[in-house]
Structure formats: structure tokens, C-alpha cells
T-cell receptor, first 113, second 113 residues
Framework: ELKVEQNPLFLSMQEGKNYTIYCNYS?????LYWYRQDPGKSLESLFV?????AVKQEGRLMASLDTKARLSTLHITAAVHDLSATYFC?????????????FGKGTKLSVKP | NAGVTQTPKFRVLKTGQSMTLLCAQD?????MYWYRQDPGMGLRLIHY???????AKGEVPDGYNVSRLKKQNFLLGLESAAPSQTSVYFC????????????FGSGTRLTVV
């Protein structure tokens, strides 16, 4: 059974600071996704990571994937209030059916002035 | 280009009532999915479809049925609603290639009393 664990689950940051959210998963996968969700809204796709060593950056967010360690990180640089949201990682098991994403519980990020 | 559209956005049902949630996508995606999201958790896959006329069970299919009569539509039915089905339901669609990720609808908030 594939399990996905995110930590921390809650994160309060000051503007301008850096931090990393971690996503660990329990079985072999080389397909990992990061999503952002604002309260009451849908999921917005941030990054699609498809191979070991993949690194993608968009603005103040950078995501990486280490399939050997079964770990993905979402790094936040110089946080701003607009980044306040809940961030989910989701993993698709190798050999599993497409769309059977296993989600972490999410990291609720609050960026304060 | 509307993307993925879900109707209704909100609904309150009494225990034992039935209803159908509609998902429509205009991106000509082959694959469509229904997820549910419960408080403090990530999304869980209910059912999915890899093409018109085909459906398959996901992680939590009990109590739900689906139909994909047209490529652009994916219906989720609750035959006899239970309070445990109180949740936010998200529809998503994708190409048959995980490199492009998934597009989610805005969600349906369902309360069963």
C-alpha cells in the first residue's frame, strides 16, 4: 500500500524567510505532483516531477524529486503573504492505474508580515 | 476555455436521498476522475474512466456509481446518501499521458443530514 506523508502539516512563516516542505512516500514511484489549494477553491497544479533528480522552479517555489530516497521537497524562498495556502503532494504508484493519486494530508502554510 | 466544470457547487441532502453530480470538460481529455476530500486530508479517488463507456473503481468506491456516456461528461451518483458521504467532491481530467498532469474542477460541497 502506497502511503504519502507530508511534514510539517502546519507551517507559520514570516515574510522573507525560507523553508522546506517534505513529502515522503512508501513505495516505488517516479511520478510526483505538487498542488496548491486556497480555502474553498480547487487544486492548482504547481509541479509535475517525473524522474529522479528532477528539479523545477516557478517564482519563489522550487520542487525536487529523489526517487531513491522516496522524497520530494518543496522549497520556499523569501516567502510572501500570497503564498499562504495548503500545499499537497501526490504520488502515482509505478505500475498503478493513471489517476490513482495518493495524496499527502497537506501542509497548511501561513505567511505573516 | 472553461476547463473542468462541476455542477452543482453546493448541495444539502437528507439521508437516503439520491443525487447526481455532473462533471464536464472541454479539453478533449480521454481520462476523467472523481475524488473526495475530507477535512484535514488529501483527495481520495472514488472512480475513474479511461474513455467513453468505460469506468473503474478507485480507492473508495462504495456507495457511489458513475457513468461516462459522452467523452466530455462524467457523472457521479449517490443512490442512497449517508452522512459519511458529506465531503467536497472534485472532478479531474487528463490526457492519457501523466506528463501533462491533471486539471481539477472547482468542487462540489455536499452535506448529508
Amino acid at each position: 500500500e502506497l502511503k504519502v506523508e507530508q511534514n510539517p502539516l502546519f507551517l507559520s512563516m514570516q515574510e522573507g524567510k525560507n523553508y522546506t516542505i517534505y513529502c515522503n512516500y512508501s513505495t516505488t514511484s517516479d511520478r510526483l505532483y505538487w498542488y496548491r489549494q486556497d480555502p474553498g477553491k480547487s487544486l492548482e497544479s504547481l509541479f509535475v516531477l517525473l524522474s529522479n533528480g528532477a528539479v523545477k522552479q516557478e517564482g519563489r517555489l522550487m520542487a525536487s524529486l529523489d526517487t531513491k530516497a522516496r522524497l520530494s521537497t518543496l522549497h520556499i524562498t523569501a516567502a510572501v503573504h500570497d503564498l499562504s495556502a495548503t500545499y499537497f503532494c501526490a504520488v502515482e504508484m509505478n505500475g498503478g492505474s493513471q489517476g490513482n493519486l495518493i495524496f499527502g494530508k497537506g501542509t497548511k502554510l501561513s505567511v505573516k508580515p | 476555455n472553461a476547463g473542468v466544470t462541476q455542477t452543482p457547487k453546493f448541495r444539502v441532502l437528507k439521508t437516503g436521498q439520491s443525487m447526481t453530480l455532473l462533471c464536464a470538460q472541454d479539453m478533449n481529455h480521454e481520462y476523467m476522475y472523481w475524488y473526495r476530500q475530507d477535512p484535514g486530508m488529501g483527495l481520495r479517488l472514488i472512480h475513474y474512466s479511461v474513455g467513453e463507456g468505460t469506468t473503474a473503481k478507485g480507492e473508495v468506491p462504495d456507495g457511489y456509481n458513475v457513468s461516462r456516456l459522452k467523452k466530455q461528461n462524467f457523472l457521479l451518483g449517490l443512490e442512497s446518501a449517508a452522512p459519511s458521504q458529506t465531503s467536497v467532491y472534485f472532478c479531474a481530467s487528463s490526457r492519457p499521458d501523466w506528463r501533462y498532469g491533471y486539471t481539477f474542477g472547482s468542487g462540489t460541497r455536499l452535506t448529508v443530514v
